[in-house]
């Protein structure tokens, strides 16, 4: 079976920074993508940043420039360092890897940024 396990949310002031963690236990073939995604009250779930085969990656246009998405192929771990936080980036956030041709997702942590 596989698990994600994520770490690293909390409150925070506005500017301020935090580092997210996800790890990957398992077996893993291949990781084809690791991405982070977010959920707000009352908003959809959007794709934060994503880093894919090529080291290539991915932002949406709400961080480009504050977050940093970054992997440890050899841990099976993505990090999103998240600078310059604002209190709009509240919300939960989601881990998901894909291997092969599944889908896995963590169970989410709170990011909190208050004023």
């Known amino acids: 079976q596989v698990q994600l396990v994520e770490s690293g949310g909390g409150l925070v002031q506005a500017g301020g920074s935090l580092r997210l963690s996800c790890a990957a236990s398992g077996s893993f073939f291949s990781i084809n993508a690791m991405e982070w995604y977010r959920q707000a009250p009352g908003k959809q779930r959007e794709l934060v940043a994503g880093i894919l085969s090529g080291s290539i990656t991915n932002y949406a246009d709400s961080v480009k420039g504050r977050f940093t998405i970054s992997r440890d192929a050899a841990k099976n771990t993505v990090y999103l360092q998240m600078n310059s936080l604002k209190p709009e980036d509240t919300a939960v956030y989601y881990c998901?890897?894909?291997?092969?041709?599944?889908?896995?997702w963590g169970q989410g942590t709170q990011v909190t940024v208050s004023s």
């Open positions: 998901a890897v894909t291997s092969g041709s599944r889908k896995y």
